[in-house]
């Protein structure tokens, strides 16, 4: 055994411990150590993620949103990698087997993968076939074979007969046990098998017998092969489903030729790593055997089980990072603003549910109109929309997206048609997780007298004027932008949209005297129950009038004003900086930019002429460098600028409401609605979304769609296919006739599959996708 290190002060050991994290976490971000060192130190002492990227540019040297969010996933991996390696070498030194080699492996070891391969040896397991062989005396045995290939392994083993092992071949069987662990616990070896698998492998899929009819949407599977280096995440994820239903058995393999090969390539590694000769001496026979063994029983599966955890791994990050580009474009999408809307809630037996929104999101009156089968009540449906028009004087109309969505549009463009003295625009709205939000313990709270039908109504109008502001009431999960989002990690998941839905709030800015608990708790800083707080402080004194009121708010102290204030807007308060983007902190420095002009503040805001003529590095002081200057002075220009886009609307073409009115060839305007790794689907008002696949979204290769369109983009689209039986459309962005641009296919490049093909029509794989999306069809 080594010899014992002293322990280390704990303040000490954890200063050596983030100081070793942050070099780690540099390497992997490509910053320098100084950066992620001191935005490990700002997140180990409660800094959060948009407070840092916002006003702690000089602390990290500008690091962005993107960089820290990095960096605080790695820095988990990094604080569990750890934890992982205190507790291994405290169990093989209880063992009495920690050397000062086997420390030195252990603490340089720089994955969780590379930790459980040294562990192996000496990881507590249950009694195996080479423990009882030991037991009976056979180790030296397996030592002298292996050590000497000129002996005869038959006479050999003679000397080591046993009641539990009484002849010959039952002992060599007994020794190439011990010899097969002893190898497969050998960490070196078992990374060599890891990586060459991985490198050549391939995932093949067969339907099993019976399955055929059931697994039908699996078809593509059936007799699937692929390499495991450049499979598409939503293939991986499409199998497993598959081998999770029973419809598939899958396995890990080497290419047909490299199986055939005599010996094989992986038996032979073994035989290589350990030194063996598998031709040509006495022992060699039973070495073929020990490695055929240590390779087949003791290698493959486990490591067949390691490569399926790392596909699924891998796919699930790619899905959850699709899921959250969608949903942070989602959640960024124009606001209509401050305009009064209706909302319809489309229905066909339950009736249409309408909402009144005023400019400021409050209900001002609820209904419910049947225009459709069984009632067919569409003059007195568009009369009923047309007086709570005139008394509440909105200016759009927010129709739900999902059943009877395209019936109910035909009732307000004739409703419009036949009033336009009353100026009304419709728009069509996602309603994903509005019945989710309606049946809400939130919804009961915010709404406890509305019956919970007119609730989605409310959602959907509200979505029109804020889509931030509405969306973060559901459960990001819900809102049905990603895929296979039920076959991933749901912690992990939870996770990533919990950050996307805190950096867009924050991004955007949230304003104090309106804002809804669910809004406020994305704050940066701000907890549940301080949002909760913020709102019963507001309830029983009024609006804020200042932002250092909030340190009025019981139980909000001065750590949680430092991160939150910052991010919440006061308009028409009392300091007009209260209403724009800058730090409490910094007021200082906006002060000092207005004595300079000569100005007062409220005079110098919006003024960019002067402000364009400042030189920022005149303020700058020893708590504040240039990067937050300029963005004062930027602050300053557009005080509270919004970064969402301008609203704009989609024109879905004049008669094309159902999916038999599409024809090939059709030229259309639509709403990209879903963003996946195979393509995206686009709503163009039949219903039911098309699908742009990957090799269609552009006249150039795409390798990532979410490059080239985003939820929520209006696109024009081209009609390839449409199959009405099944609903599904196959649409196109590429100019028609244009050639295609293929990628370079190199050495590791994966075969397309044969029916993933580009051209029209419909494939084996864009109907899976269909099926499998999430999203599509649309619900609620």
Known sequence: ??????????????????????????????????????????????????????????????????????????????KDLEDRRASILESIEKQGKLTDALRAEIESADSKQRLED????????????????????????????????????????????????????????????????????????????????????VLQSEV??????????YQDYFHFSEPLIGIPSHRVLAIFRARTDEVLSVKVALPEELEAQTPHPCIEMVAEHEGLRLSGAPASSWYARVC???????????LETEIFQKLREDAERSAITVFGSNLKDLLLAAPAGHKGVIGLDPGIRTGVKVAVISE???????????????????????????????????????IGNGTASRETVKLVDDLIHRHPELGLTKAVVSEAGASVYSASELAAKEFPDMDVSYRGAVSIARRLQDPLAE???????????GQYQHDVDQGDLARKLDAVVEDCVNSVGVNLNTASPMLLRRVAGLTSSLAEAVVRWREAHGAFASRAQLLSVPRLGQKTFEQAAGFLRIQNGENPLDASAVHPEAYSVANAIAEKTGLPIEKLIGNESVLK?????????????????????????????????????????????????????????????????????????????????????????VKDPSAEVRVGQIVKVRVLDVDEKRKRIALSMRREGAPRSEPRVGRQSAPRMKSERTGGGFSGAMAAAFQNASGNPRRK
């Not at 009976?136 to 397996?142: S, V, Y």
């Not at 099993?208 to 949407?217: L, M, Y």
């Not at 969306?471 to 932008?481: F, H």
């Open 1 to 78: 055994m080594g010899a014992a290190v002293p322990a280390a002060a704990p303040d000490t050991a954890m200063n050596l411990l983030l100081d070793k994290i942050s070099r780690a976490i540099a390497a992997d971000i490509h910053c320098t150590p100084a950066q992620a060192a001191a935005a490990v130190n700002l997140l180990e002492e409660g800094a959060t993620v948009p407070f840092i990227a916002r006003y702690r540019k000089e602390v990290t040297g500008g690091l962005d949103d993107t960089q820290l969010r990095a960096l605080e996933e790695k820095l988990i991996y990094l």
């Open 118 to 201: 040294l562990y192996l040896p000496y990881k507590p397991k249950r009694r195996t076939r080479a423990e009882k062989a030991r037991e009976a005396g056979l180790e030296p045995l397996a030592d002298q074979l292996l050590g000497n290939p000129s002996l005869d392994p038959e006479e050999t083993a003679k000397a080591f007969l046993s009641e539990a092992y009484p002849d010959p071949a039952s002992a060599l069987d007994g020794a190439r046990d011990i010899a097969a662990e002893r190898f497969a616990t050998d960490a070196e070896l078992i990374g060599k098998l890891r990586d060459f698998l991985w490198k050549t492998g």
């Open 208 to 217: 099993i017998e019976g399955q055929e009819e059931a697994g039908s949407k």
């Open 292 to 302: 055929r063994w240590t390779w087949r029983v003791k290698c493959l599966t486990s």
């Open 360 to 398: 400021t999101g409050s209900v001002q009156a609820t209904a419910v109109i049947y225009p459709h089968p069984p009632r067919n009540d569409w003059d007195g449906s568009i009369e009923s929309l047309a007086t709570l028009a005139r008394r509440f004087h909105p200016s759009l109309v927010s």
């Open 471 to 481: 969306l973060v009431k559901i459960d990001p999960k819900a809102i049905g932008v």
């Open 613 to 701: 003529r400042l030189r920022p590095a005149d303020f700058v002081t020893d708590q504040f460098g240039l990067p937050t200057v300029k963005d004062i002075l930027s602050e300053l220009e557009k005080p509270g600028r919004d970064p969402r886009p301008e609203f704009v609307m989609a024109h879905f073409l004049e008669g094309v409401t159902e999916i038999s009115d599409l024809k090939p060839g059709m030229k259309l305007e639509g709403v990209v609605s879903n963003v996946t790794a195979f393509g995206a689907f686009v709503d163009i008002g039949v219903h039911q979304d098309g699908l742009v696949h990957i090799s269609e979204l552009a006249d150039h290769y």
